[in-house]
Structure formats: structure tokens, C-alpha cells
């Protein structure tokens, strides 16, 4: 059983910035593509981003050039960098490995 583990969401001003992690447990890992999704209220799972084994990385249009995700290997875990936070980007940010979904972190932009 593959188990992910997320931190780091939270209320913040717009213009912020906040950093998510997911620690991954009952897997290589490092063989396996991992991405970030993630669902606002009456709105569809959308993905974010996701980084290959190898350390390709694919953004959304709506966040190319604010967000970063990357992996520690070492670690077994993935981050999303989140930069210029706008109200728009308040959602359930979820992490998604080939076998399991993380149970999910709110991140709220708002004044």
C-alpha cells in the first residue's frame, strides 16, 4: 500500500506564497511520475503539475511561471512551490502517485 502524506497548506494574502510537501511511503518512488491536482468547490480535479523520474516538469497555463514543483529522492518526497498566490488558486491541492492520491491540503488565498 502506497500512503502519501501532505503538509503545508494554509490561509494566505494574495501575492503570498506557501510551499506543499508530500512524503511518500511503500514505494520506490523514484521510478514514478508524481503530480500535483487540485479541486476548488463545484469544480472539476484539475492537474497542476507533475515531475518524471528523470526530472521533466509540466505546469498548467494558469500557474507556468508562479508554481515550482520538484523531488528529493533521498527524501521521497515532492513539493510544490507556490509564488504570487492569487484568490483563484484557493482549492484542495491533492498529490498523486501512479497508485494512491494524498488525502489533501487546503490552501485558502484571500484578504
Known amino acids: 500500500q502506497v500512503q502519501l502524506v501532505e503538509s503545508g497548506g494554509g490561509l494566505v494574502q494574495p501575492g503570498g506564497s506557501l510551499r506543499l510537501s508530500c512524503a511518500v511511503s511503500?514505494?520506490?518512488?523514484?521510478?514514478?511520475?508524481m503530480a500535483w491536482y487540485r479541486q476548488a468547490p463545484g469544480k472539476q480535479r484539475e492537474l497542476v503539475a507533475f515531475?518524471?523520474?528523470?526530472?521533466?516538469?509540466n505546469y498548467a497555463d494558469s500557474v507556468k511561471g508562479r508554481f515550482t514543483i520538484s523531488r528529493d529522492n533521498a527524501k521521497k518526497t515532492v513539493y510544490l512551490q507556490m509564488n504570487s498566490l492569487k484568490p483563484k488558486d484557493t482549492a484542495v491541492y491533492y498529490c498523486?502517485?501512479?497508485?494512491?492520491w494524498g488525502q489533501g491540503t487546503q490552501v485558502t488565498v484571500s484578504s
Open positions: 511503500g514505494s520506490i518512488f523514484t521510478i514514478y511520475t
Open positions: 498523486k502517485h501512479p497508485d494512491n
Open positions: 515531475i518524471t523520474s528523470g526530472g521533466n516538469t
